[in-house]
């Protein structure tokens, strides 16, 4: 299931066809393998329920998107790589649960599901944040226009509510920098509306491994006029929907049970055709979802739902609050101008208990083994669009941007005299503070009836300050590690698009970005002495991207794009002990890549979607990092593979979906190549196919709507690793993937 690599020189991938036609035979096969639109201009709030069952109609293949350009814009006449994913995908016997659910199907994007709910997922977009241990970093994501990144960087995808989301955008490529900080890729989820009609829905589902989940929904519209004789009427200017759920597994591993809490509300109010205020509302909780650590080589072989005995010997664990709200006000002052303010605030509360050893807790200058943050956060956003029709339409956009987050951050031992897992004496006590404050602009000119310009530049100004409160003396002390640091950096973006036909767009566009380091790696000094690591600076990137957007038919299109990115003072591990990660500016890499999509529709019941991603990602440089205290350092060879980024990945679905009365079914499956785990490409996670089922019939009796399904994940039940822990110090870098495993639930609206 696993194979040990020797560093060589890596094999050229397989032509596209190959990696395409691999995907077919898991459909058949019975024996895994070895080893819409967006919020709308300012009208009047939706009038139709978001409705996930079969009888939604498709999503369409020129969709309206803002990332990118911030307004609304045909997808096809952007010269950028933009995908949409719509609620029907999202939600149609989904489990709700997980991004990688809907957005494995996006080419250039790698979702890794940990099966672990301690940690977040990972995610990369075009080898950005893969290598990331520790939350989401690389990639901005945006929830209803307000950020779930922090300053620095680094965020989290739990915040995004699937239960009630309309539509998810990603963005790729070089026009992703417009966002600032770490914005390797651009991920946007956008709540819907509630109907116009008063309606009650939920859902209930269970499946394997003591999985289940439930969710209630509530939407509609105040003010607005009944309808004569039983007709609907007209939405009233107050519209809203509030989303409750519940989520509890006992983990496809030991020691990895979960309970999660979430609400999301979003209440709009239409104060007339020019301007309306959106309130949203999140909240998450999580206590003492357990953490079983990743498992070694000779372990996963063994036993892929065992658990390290460092798991339960420490009881890792993780506890999450985070509540947050924004208000986002939209006001059209004139038919060609709109202005936009958006503030937002949040608390978000952790605690996690880590499987230090207790002889890496003995120095002074060690920050124990309990990690305890109360963060604080917030920003304010004022954005002025701008439209201008003609023979030469113009549109504009510019705005300003500050953030800020505080956190207390404290370290305590994670043992008591002779108990171990819990709470222990303090280690570290700081407050940490980063702010963001950013100023761009963006244009797009349709010059010729052919030609169209789009180009941007954004300034960040991002600040780090810690003020350190444990100072001990003795043992070869402790001191004040109080510190500051500010980064500036100014990232222009152009992209240049050519209208061969009205169904045939060919563009090209380059830009530059950068990454500072977050918290997190400044957390820890090479060295071992106590304090952060002010060493760092930020990586950059500059990105060129070239592509073929081609509607073949009014059924079918196709995107293709080539991609290669430079990054210069790659953030890197320096030392990987006790523990403990520590980072450094140590090389440059290279990423270079396809990225392929089709989606064609055969008639009003049948489509077929495929893609497809070849990323060849590289070190440029050799460097040098000790991977664990107990071995020497060791070499990372120039042309090495990049951790964590599979070369070739491929995602295939064929769907059937009627209306009501009907059943629909959803046949999809995955290909990953291997994966390194390890800067030297030591070891790899071997690759793998697998397929999925999803099954769903959906009738209505008088106002109610039912759905029944039942979803098969790993139909062949083969044997894979679901995510790989890059550079784990311990050799423990695999987190094994279910076999064959279900879910069964049901779904019902009630409309008043």
């Given at each position: 299931?696993y194979?040990?690599?020797?560093?060589?020189?890596?094999?050229?991938?397989?032509?596209l066809?190959?990696?395409?036609?691999?995907l077919?035979?898991v459909?058949?096969s019975?024996?895994?393998y070895?080893?819409?639109q967006?919020?709308a201009?300012?009208?009047a709030?939706s009038?139709?329920?978001?409705?996930?069952?079969?009888?939604?109609?498709?999503?369409?293949?020129?969709?309206?998107?803002?990332?990118g350009?911030?307004?609304?814009?045909?997808?096809?006449?952007?010269?950028?790589?933009?995908?949409v994913?719509?609620?029907?995908v999202?939600?149609?016997?989904?489990?709700?649960?997980?991004l990688?659910?809907?957005?494995s199907r996006?080419p250039?994007?790698?979702?890794?599901n940990r099966?672990n709910y301690?940690q977040?997922?990972?995610?990369?977009?075009r080898?950005?944040?893969?290598?990331?241990?520790?939350g989401?970093?690389?990639?901005?994501i945006?929830?209803?226009e307000?950020?779930?990144s922090?300053?620095?960087?680094?965020?989290?995808?739990?915040n995004?509510?699937?239960?009630?989301?309309?539509r998810i955008?990603?963005?790729?490529?070089p026009?992703?920098?417009?966002?600032?900080n770490?914005?390797?890729?651009?991920i946007?989820?956008f709540?819907?509306?509630?109907p116009?009609?008063?309606?009650?829905?939920?859902?209930?589902?269970g499946g394997?491994?003591?999985?289940i989940r439930?969710?209630?929904?509530?939407?509609?519209?105040?003010?607005g006029?009944?309808?004569?004789?039983?007709?609907?009427g007209?939405a009233g200017?107050f519209?809203y929907v509030?989303?409750?759920?519940?989520?509890?597994?006992?983990?496809?591993?030991?020691?990895?049970?979960?309970?999660?809490?979430q609400?999301n509300?979003k209440?709009?109010?239409?104060?007339?055709?020019?301007s309306?205020l959106?309130?949203?509302v999140?909240?998450l909780h999580?206590?003492?979802?357990?953490d079983?650590?990743g498992l070694?080589?000779?372990?996963?072989l063994a036993n892929p739902r065992?658990v390290?005995?460092?798991?339960?010997?420490?009881?890792?664990?993780k506890s999450?609050?985070n509540t947050q709200g924004?208000?986002v006000?939209?006001y059209?002052?004139?038919?060609a101008n709109?202005?936009?303010l958006?503030?937002?605030?949040?608390?978000?509360?952790?605690?996690q208990?880590?499987a230090?050893?207790l002889g890496?807790?003995?120095p002074?200058t060690s920050?124990?083994g309990v990690i305890?943050l109360d963060?604080?956060f917030?920003g304010?956003?004022?954005?002025?669009?701008?439209?201008?029709g003609?023979s030469?339409?113009?549109?504009?956009?510019?705005?300003v941007?500050?953030e800020i987050s505080?956190?207390?951050?404290k370290?305590f031992e994670?043992?008591?005299?002779?108990?171990?897992?819990?709470r222990?004496?303090?280690?570290?006590?700081?407050n940490?503070t980063?702010?963001?404050?950013?100023q761009y602009?963006?244009a797009?000119?349709?010059f010729?009836p052919?030609?169209?310009?789009?180009?941007?530049v954004?300034h960040?100004e991002?600040?780090?300050?810690?003020?350190d409160?444990?100072?001990?003396?003795?043992?070869?002390?402790?001191g004040?590690?109080?510190g500051s640091?500010?980064f500036?950096n100014?990232?222009?973006?152009?992209?240049?698009?050519?209208?061969?036909t009205?169904?045939?767009?060919?563009?090209?566009?380059g830009?530059?970005?950068?990454e500072?380091p977050?918290f997190t790696?400044f957390a820890?000094?090479?060295?071992?002495?106590?304090?952060?690591?002010?060493?760092?600076?930020?990586?950059?990137?500059?990105?060129v991207?070239?592509?073929?957007k081609?509607?073949a038919?009014?059924?079918?299109?196709?995107n293709?794009?080539?991609f290669?990115?430079?990054?210069?003072?790659?953030?890197?591990?320096?030392?990987n002990s006790?523990?403990?990660?520590t980072f450094q500016?140590?090389a440059?890499?290279?990423?270079?890549g396809?990225?392929?999509?089709a989606d064609?529709?055969?008639n009003?019941d049948?489509?077929?979607y495929?893609?497809?991603?070849?990323?060849?990602a590289k070190f440029?440089?050799?460097?040098?990092?000790?991977p664990?205290?107990?071995?020497?350092p060791v070499?990372v060879a120039?042309?090495?593979?990049l951790?964590g980024v599979?070369?070739?990945?491929?995602?295939?679905e064929?769907?059937?979906r009627r209306?009501?009365?009907?059943?629909s079914?959803?046949v999809?499956?995955i290909?990953?190549?291997?994966i390194f785990v390890?800067d030297?490409?030591?070891e790899?996670a071997?690759?793998?196919?697998?397929?999925?089922?999803?099954?769903?019939?959906?009738?209505?009796?008088?106002?109610?709507?039912?759905?029944?399904f039942?979803r098969?994940d790993?139909?062949?039940?083969t044997?894979?690793?679901?995510?790989?822990?890059v550079?784990?110090?311990n050799?423990?870098?695999y987190?094994?993937?279910?076999g064959?495993n279900?879910?069964v639930?049901?779904?019902a609206?009630y409309?008043f």
């Amino acid at each position: 299931m696993y194979r040990r690599e020797k560093q060589k020189t890596l094999k050229a991938p397989p032509p596209l066809p190959v990696a395409v036609v691999v995907l077919l035979p898991v459909l058949v096969s019975a024996s895994g393998y070895a080893f819409a639109q967006p919020g709308a201009e300012l009208t009047a709030p939706s009038a139709a329920q978001q409705d996930p069952s079969p009888a939604s109609v498709l999503p369409i293949l020129d969709p309206v998107v803002i990332s990118g350009t911030r307004i609304e814009r045909s997808s096809f006449s952007l010269p950028m790589s933009v995908d949409v994913v719509e609620a029907l995908v999202i939600q149609e016997a989904q489990p709700r649960v997980n991004l990688s659910e809907a957005l494995s199907r996006v080419p250039g994007l790698v979702i890794q599901n940990r099966q672990n709910y301690a940690q977040d997922l990972q995610v990369s977009s075009r080898g950005f944040g893969a290598r990331s241990t520790f939350g989401i970093r690389g990639i901005r994501i945006i929830v209803d226009e307000i950020p779930a990144s922090m300053p620095d960087g680094q965020g989290q995808a739990a915040n995004i509510n699937l239960g009630s989301a309309k539509r998810i955008e990603v963005l790729r490529g070089p026009f992703s920098a417009i966002y600032g900080n770490a914005s390797g890729g651009v991920i946007q989820a956008f709540t819907e509306d509630g109907p116009a009609a008063t309606t009650l829905s939920g859902s209930v589902l269970g499946g394997s491994y003591g999985t289940i989940r439930g969710e209630v929904k509530l939407g509609g519209s105040l003010g607005g006029t009944g309808g004569a004789d039983g007709a609907r009427g007209t939405a009233g200017p107050f519209n809203y929907v509030v989303d409750v759920s519940r989520f509890q597994t006992d983990g496809y591993r030991r020691h990895s049970a979960a309970t999660r809490y979430q609400a999301n509300a979003k209440l709009t109010y239409q104060f007339n055709d020019d301007s309306r205020l959106t309130l949203i509302v999140n909240e998450l909780h999580q206590g003492n979802t357990q953490d079983p650590l990743g498992l070694t080589r000779a372990q996963v072989l063994a036993n892929p739902r065992q658990v390290d005995s460092s798991a339960t010997t420490f009881n890792t664990r993780k506890s999450i609050d985070n509540t947050q709200g924004g208000l986002v006000y939209e006001y059209r002052f004139s038919a060609a101008n709109t202005i936009k303010l958006i503030g937002y605030g949040g608390t978000r509360r952790i605690e996690q208990f880590l499987a230090v050893p207790l002889g890496a807790q003995i120095p002074v200058t060690s920050s124990g083994g309990v990690i305890d943050l109360d963060r604080e956060f917030g920003g304010l956003g004022l954005r002025w669009m701008h439209r201008s029709g003609g023979s030469r339409p113009l549109t504009l956009s510019a705005g300003v941007d500050y953030e800020i987050s505080r956190e207390r951050r404290k370290g305590f031992e994670n043992f008591s005299g002779t108990t171990l897992g819990v709470r222990g004496n303090l280690r570290r006590n700081e407050n940490d503070t980063v702010t963001s404050f950013s100023q761009y602009a963006q244009a797009e000119w349709k010059f010729t009836p052919s030609w169209s310009l789009s180009a941007g530049v954004r300034h960040t100004e991002v600040k780090f300050k810690s003020e350190d409160f444990f100072i001990r003396t003795g043992n070869g002390g402790n001191g004040d590690d109080s510190g500051s640091m500010t980064f500036r950096n100014v990232l222009p973006v152009m992209g240049l698009l050519y209208r061969a036909t009205d169904r045939l767009n060919l563009y090209v566009s380059g830009g530059t970005g950068f990454e500072t380091p977050t918290f997190t790696e400044f957390a820890y000094r090479p060295d071992g002495a106590s304090g952060l690591n002010f060493g760092l600076r930020p990586s950059k990137s500059r990105n060129v991207e070239a592509g073929v957007k081609w509607l073949a038919t009014d059924n079918t299109r196709v995107n293709l794009a080539l991609f290669e990115t430079h990054v210069t003072g790659e953030i890197l591990p320096a030392t990987n002990s006790g523990g403990r990660a520590t980072f450094q500016n140590a090389a440059d890499t290279r990423r270079r890549g396809v990225e392929l999509s089709a989606d064609h529709r055969f008639n009003a019941d049948l489509s077929a979607y495929l893609s497809y991603t070849y990323l060849d990602a590289k070190f440029q440089d050799s460097f040098t990092y000790s991977p664990r205290a107990t071995l020497p350092p060791v070499t990372v060879a120039a042309g090495n593979f990049l951790p964590g980024v599979p070369r070739n990945t491929a995602y295939g679905e064929i769907a059937w979906r009627r209306g009501l009365p009907g059943f629909s079914a959803v046949v999809e499956a995955i290909y990953r190549d291997k994966i390194f785990v390890n800067d030297v490409n030591a070891e790899a996670a071997k690759q793998y196919a697998m397929a999925n089922v999803r099954l769903v019939y959906s009738h209505q009796i008088g106002r109610w709507k039912f759905s029944e399904f039942v979803r098969v994940d790993n139909v062949t039940g083969t044997r894979y690793v679901g995510s790989v822990i890059v550079n784990e110090g311990n050799g423990r870098f695999y987190e094994p993937a279910p076999g064959r495993n279900f879910i069964v639930g049901l779904n019902a609206s009630y409309a008043f």
